[in-house]
């Protein structure tokens, strides 16, 4: 009865840590030229797997692009995406959605600017 008491508090404190060092990839707005959705994610997604960030350190950690905005919207005009990096394995990542939105010649509809 101990052990498995031990093996259930090992697993609830194990879960608690892991769920403390992952993080969601925040998905930001971009509005792309074309109409074509499919298309532009695929570039999109091309885009970010292959920019090589300023800090070597930084390894690719995953990409998405869906057609419209956060609420589906502007499909035509608009996708969510995401473009991470990480050089610990992922808890602490950084995105680039500047750099490959201006490589695929979409603009940031959200807070984000280009200089």
Same mark, same amino acid.
């Given at each position: ?8 508090? #090992?697993?609830?404190?194990?879960? @608690? ?9 925040? #998905? ?38 869906? @057609?419209?905005?956060?609420? #589906? ?5 608009? @996708? ?27 603009? #940031? ?7």
């Amino acid at each position: 009865m101990k052990f498995t008491a031990a093996i259930t508090t #090992l697993a609830v404190v194990t879960t @608690a840590f892991a769920q403390t060092c992952v993080q969601d990839d925040k #998905l930001e707005v971009v509005n792309y030229p074309g109409g074509n959705a499919t298309a532009f994610c695929a570039e999109w997604k091309s885009a970010c797997q292959n920019y090589k960030p300023a800090n070597t350190s930084l390894v690719f950690t995953g990409t998405n692009c869906r @057609a419209g905005n956060i609420t #589906l919207q502007n499909r035509d005009t608009q @996708a969510s995406v995401t473009c991470s990096f990480s050089a610990d394995g992922g808890c602490h990542k950084a995105a680039f959605f500047v750099e490959v939105a201006e490589e695929t010649g979409a603009t #940031l509809y959200g807070p984000w600017t280009s200089d």
